[in-house]
């Protein structure tokens, strides 16, 4: 093929990379190219990306620090929580023996209040029923004495005086 200018140009077959003839010219270039990308990542990205992981490394440190720290205060409230509910339970129950022993001793006042007045009632009972029985021997006796002496009038009119059968009837009636 032939340019403007008349001069014969070869055409290579294929890819240009893979052109033999050009390739002490690419190594040049690529081992330039690699230098100058290792001096750009090692000079600035690298010291940059260090930064960012160092910084990262801080942080997390920093915030595992702080767990741990709220992680003890939670320790911490809890232990004071469980003792003041222990505490709590303690007094609620010094309150519930106090109550208790003051309820017992009212109980005690009632029981006696009412044993005395129970005792009182009985002693009033027991007068009246022994009113009612010292009532009702005079009333047998005088019944006894009026039905003796109605049948002894009765068998024999006339014979046998009040002083006799009172003495007879109250004899039989003493045993």
């Known amino acids: 093929m ?15 990379q893979l052109d033999f003839s050009t390739f002490d010219n690419q190594i ?15 000079r600035v990205a690298l010291p940059r990306i260090g930064s960012v992981l160092a910084e990262r490394a801080g942080t997390i440190t920093n915030d595992i620090a702080a767990a741990e720290d709220l992680k003890q205060q ?7 929580y469980d003792k003041a509910l222990i505490d709590a339970r303690a007094e609620a129950g ?6 208790k022993a003051a309820i017992q001793v009212d109980l005690d006042k009632a029981i006696a209040k009412a ?15 022994a009113a009612i029985r010292d009532s009702a021997a005079e009333s047998v ?3 006894a004495k009026d039905i003796a002496k109605d049948i002894v009038s009765a068998v024999a009119p006339g014979k046998i005086d009040a002083k006799s ?3 007879a009837v109250t004899a039989k009636m003493k045993g």
């Open 28 to 42: 040049v270039w690529l081992l330039i190219t690699l230098v100058v990308i290792y001096f750009v990542l090692s």
């Open 115 to 129: 044993d005395a007045e129970i005792a009182a009632r009985s002693a009033e009972g027991e007068k009246a029923i």
């Open 141 to 143: 006796a005088t019944v």
């Open 2 to 16: 032939a340019t403007e200018t008349g001069e014969v140009v070869k055409e290579s077959a294929g890819m240009p």
């Open 94 to 99: 010094r309150i519930v023996g106090e109550t």
């Open 74 to 80: 939670a320790l911490d409230a809890e232990a004071a």
């Open 165 to 167: 059968i009172t003495a």
